[in-house]
């Protein structure tokens, strides 16, 4: 199978460039001068429009197995497809968790009889439960290991528990306090893995919402509950720990100015610690709650201009490595309850490419740093890196086209989500994916899938990387 992809502007390694991309049984094989005559037996015409490395979203919790009424992977994998992504990393915390290489094989498996776009899968530490698992997951292939620092564990099903005060003490599994978690580090560091944290502290969290004397109501009692402070906090340990044991640590959902100080600080000193943030940060703030509504509940908290503009900062120097769409459904009755008491948690893998392609045309980031952040970043970040994330000979043909003229208005009823409940619902987007190339083949044209579902499992080489270097 040959497929030309002609006319486009190319984003490479060595900027933009107008060739086209000759694609082979799955491959990238050559950059083309433009016009070339070569034998091929399609070819995708993208005058006009740009050609990216495949969006990769490292960030999502499909809710699969085990939390299925919220959504499943063959609906998050194919909102990812149209929405422009060509791999997504999955999240570890469905019921059971990816807390064993048993459960990693049966999840893989599992995934790979629905996936729309390749995948990759989270590992999750458990604190001293799993400790021993974490170098055959790292081994195994996962992306990362992702640790739930101070949040407790369900007993029977091992699933998060968000407000340890909610439940009875002999239910739960407790947090592991940061000595245990300081082993964790050693762990990882020793097994050459990556790891990474939702970065909120958790005593910060509890004594803040206490003081607030009565249950969140507002938007400023959300962020009085959960203030800045509790993040900056957390990375702040976070990058002691990896400083003294050498692992690589990741903050993912980063959500404050306070918290890009920290992590910059931390780089600035030549620790391993690197940061993502999510389109909900970077295009939303406290002041949309009175258009969005409760749909912008998510931890860490949407915060104010000031945090917005910080982000954008440290996405544009570096600070910020990958954008990951935190994509967490809930069901729409869910989503319906009170501010107060309804979950946290966004629909997101869908709009995260065209949400971000309007930030790149509004001139918010350059076309390099958004194929960075978007793509090649986030696959060296994750392992996957050259199979991803990069246009260039013998990688995977991922490609995601961009049509800079191109727009449409965010509709609750046009997203393919289970749970069909965006923040951006209403919101007038311009510059859209409107085309992916998956392994070779036109997966998806104008929004809309082309044959059938063929994504695959995609390893990562973490643990190969260190032992070839003993
Ligand atoms: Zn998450």
Known sequence: ??????????????????????????RIVALLERGLDVEVDETLDVAGQMVF???????????????????????????ALVGGVTTIIEMPNAIPPVDSVEVFHQRRAQHEQVA???????????????????????????????IFWGYALR????????????EPVENLLMPPDNGVVLRVFREVAQAGGLLAAHCEDRDI?????????????????LLAARPDIAESTSIAVAAEFAR??????HVVHMASA??????????????????????????????DYGRVGPMMKVYPPIRTAQDQESLWAAVADGTIVS??????????????????????????????????????????????????????????????????????????????????????????????????????????????PTAVVLRGRVAMRNGAPVGEHRGQFVPARHAQVVTSSR
Request: negative net charge; glycine residues 10%.
């Open 323 to 432: 954008i990951g769409s935190d994509h967490a459904p809930h069901t729409v009755e869910e989503k319906a309850r009170g501010f107060a008491t309804q979950p946290a948690g966004a629909v997101g893998c869908e709009t995260f490419g065209p949400v971000m392609a309007d930030a790149l045309f509004r001139g918010k980031i350059s076309v390099e740093r958004f194929a960075e952040v978007m793509s090649t970043s986030t696959a060296k970040l994750y392992g996957l890196y050259p199979r991803k994330g990069v246009i260039r000979p013998g990688s995977d043909a991922d490609l995601t086209i961009v049509d800079p003229r191109a727009s449409r208005v965010v509709r609750n009823e046009d997203l393919v989500a289970k749970q069909p409940v965006s923040p951006w619902n209403g919101f007038s987007l311009t510059g859209l």
């Open 244 to 249: 003294a044991t050498g692992c690589r640590f």
């Open 116 to 146: 729309w776009v390749d995948f990759g899968l989270w590992g999750i530490s458990v604190g001293e439960g799993n400790i021993d698992e974490l170098r055959p997951l790292i081994e195994a292939g996962v992306a990362a290991i992702k």
């Open 53 to 79: 490395p495949g969006f990769i979203d490292p960030h999502v919790h499909s809710r699969d197995p085990g939390m299925t009424e919220k959504e499943d992977f063959a609906h998050s994998t194919l909102g």
């Open 205 to 221: 969290l509890t004594v803040s919402e206490r003081a607030l004397a009565h249950p969140v109501e507002t938007y400023d009692d």
């Open 258 to 287: 306070k918290g890009v100080d920290t992590v910059r600080n931390a780089q600035t000193r030549g620790i391993g610690v690197t940061a993502e943030t999510c389109p909900q940060y970077l295009t939303l703030t406290d002041e």
């Open 155 to 166: 007993r029977d099903t091992r699933q998060l528990v968000y407000n340890i005060d909610d």
């Open 1 to 26: 199978m040959k497929l030309l992809v002609a006319n486009g502007s190319v984003v490479t390694l060595d900027g933009v460039q107008e060739v086209d991309v000759l694609c082979e049984d799955g």
